[in-house]
């Protein structure tokens, strides 16, 4: 079965410095994984995916995620964390039935 | 355009009733898919829909039941509601072979 995990609750960050929020994957066969970040009483935003290729994905907001198959990894990254990035990101992999397995999410606090 | 809306965005409802929630595919948008969020939990897979025709099942009880409309258009409806059906209901379209979804901001269910 796929499933993806979301080791930390919360990451704190101060502003402007680089920010990681982890990812681990367990799928058979292709991982087609996504990172949807959501805002307090919001739906989900599309963040980026990756499906195949180059291993370092870009995505909305300048975020960006680097997609690693020997540690079965997909990190959220942003090279400098703004205030305004403090919400609820969650990893996904979607499963060969073309339904969305979702972490636990992580909080992310950019602190100003 | 339009993204995926939901109506109604917030309802209460009492244990034993039951409740219906609507969901409005981007234009062109065939697939519908449903997600349960907790709060606190990850979105889970409910159901899904592609040209009217059940497509996915997630683990859920029979009182939950869906249908999508000729105008791709989807009801999501709960019988004999519990207080653990309280929740945020979230709605999800793509395009056919698309891997990625775009999802509504979600109907804030209440159980009292």
């Known amino acids: 079965a796929q499933s993806v995990a979301q080791p930390e609750d919360q990451v704190n960050v101060a502003e402007g410095n680089p920010l990681t929020v982890k990812c681990t994957y367990s799928?058979?066969?292709?991982?087609?994984l996504f990172w949807y970040v959501q805002y307090p009483n919001r739906g989900l935003q599309f963040l980026l995916k990756?499906?195949?290729?180059?291993?370092l994905v870009k995505g909305s907001y300048g975020f960006e995620a680097e997609f690693n198959k020997s540690q079965t990894s997909f990190h959220l990254k942003k090279p400098s964390a703004l205030v305004s990035d403090s919400a609820l990101y969650f990893c996904a992999v979607r499963d060969e039935d073309y339904k969305y397995i979702f972490g636990t999410g992580t909080r992310l606090k950019v602190l100003a | 355009d339009a993204g995926v809306t939901q109506s109604p965005t917030h309802l209460i409802k009492t244990r034993g009733q039951h409740v219906t929630l609507r969901c409005s595919p981007i234009?062109?948008?065939?697939?519908v898919s449903w997600y349960q969020q907790v709060l606190g939990q990850g979105p889970q897979f409910i159901f899904q829909y592609y040209e009217k025709e059940e497509r996915g099942r997630g683990n859920f009880p029979d009182r939950f039941s869906a249908r999508q409309f000729p105008n791709y258009s989807s009801e999501l409806n709960v019988n004999a509601l519990l207080l653990g059906d309280s929740a945020l209901y979230l709605c999800?379209?793509?395009?056919?072979?698309?891997?990625?979804?775009?999802f509504g901001s979600g109907t804030r269910l209440t159980v009292v």
């Open positions: 234009s062109g948008h065939k697939s």
């Open positions: 990756y499906i195949t290729g180059d291993n």
């Open positions: 999800a379209s793509s395009e056919q072979g698309s891997y990625g979804y775009t």
């Open positions: 799928v058979s066969g292709n991982p087609y």
